[in-house]
T-cell receptor, first 115, second 110 residues
Framework: KAGVTQTPRYLIKTRGQQVTLSCSPI?????VSWYQQTPGQGLQFLFE???????NKGNFPGRFSGRQFSNSRSEMNVSTLELGDSALYLC??????????????FGQGTRLTVV | EDKVVQSPLSLVVHEGDTVTLNCSYE??????LLWYKQEKKAPTFLFML????IEKKSGRLSSILDKKELFSILNITATQTGDSAVYLC??????????FGAGTRLTVKP
């Protein structure tokens, strides 16, 4: 079956712009989590959605937001981009929400560069 | 504050060596600990550990959890160049948060 699909793969934006990233989970999976990966900080949790509800949010400013649709696809939005937002954004899907001992599958990520 | 600490941060070995990667944690209401292998971009799942003392094994990789001392180790025996990657440790906490360590970068030389 198809894996987790993230689009676009690469993105270049200028400071102050906003960006929307998309994640299509594995068919049948209802949980989608987003992570930011930077060289210095490793993987950091952004938020997690299950059945269209945000269940948990990491320690990121309000410029980072997301949503999940009825077909489990999820989008992440970052407004007023800053240089420090340049990172690899990873999406993970799982059958059940984290915390229920479920394996997560990661997408290939979206490489966002803010100039 | 919840935290996950991995050590060492980087490791260089030769093929055939055995390595042990460490992950210690302090989280509220621990639920599970996960190990991932990250090559290039997306991490791949290795193990999920929830109970102390029960070793999980997959080929040359094995892992065990100690919930009393709050740590886990990931062992790789007879290392190969294909094992070169960043190994990530993540802990699921009771508030549904997931904390990642900074990772251990393993380099296996021929």
């Amino acid at each position: 079956k198809a894996g987790v699909t993230q689009t676009p793969r690469y993105l270049i934006k200028t400071r102050g712009q906003q960006v929307t990233l998309s994640c299509s989970p594995i068919s049948g999976h209802r949980s989608v989590s987003w992570y930011q990966q930077t060289p210095g900080q490793g993987l950091q949790f952004l938020f997690e959605y299950f059945s269209e509800t945000q269940r948990n949010k990491g320690n990121f400013p309000g410029r980072f937001s997301g949503r999940q649709f009825s077909n489990s696809r999820s989008e992440m939005n970052v407004s007023t981009l800053e240089l420090g937002d340049s990172a690899l954004y990873l999406c993970a899907s799982s059958l059940n929400p984290p915390g229920l001992n479920t394996e997560a599958f990661f997408g290939q990520g979206t490489r966002l560069t803010v100039v | 504050e919840d935290k996950v600490v991995q050590s060492p941060l980087s490791l260089v070995v030769h093929e055939g060596d055995t390595v042990t990667l460490n992950c210690s944690y302090e989280v509220t209401n621990f639920r599970s600990l996960l190990w991932y292998k990250q090559e290039k971009k997306a991490p791949t799942f290795l193990f999920m550990l929830t109970s102390s003392g029960i070793e999980k094994k997959s080929g040359r990789l094995s892992s065990i959890l100690d919930k009393k001392e709050l740590f886990s180790i990931l062992n790789i025996t007879a290392t190969q160049t294909g094992d070169s990657a960043v190994y990530l440790c993540a802990v699921e906490a009771g508030n549904n948060d997931m904390r990642f360590g900074a990772g251990t970068r393993l380099t296996v030389k021929p």
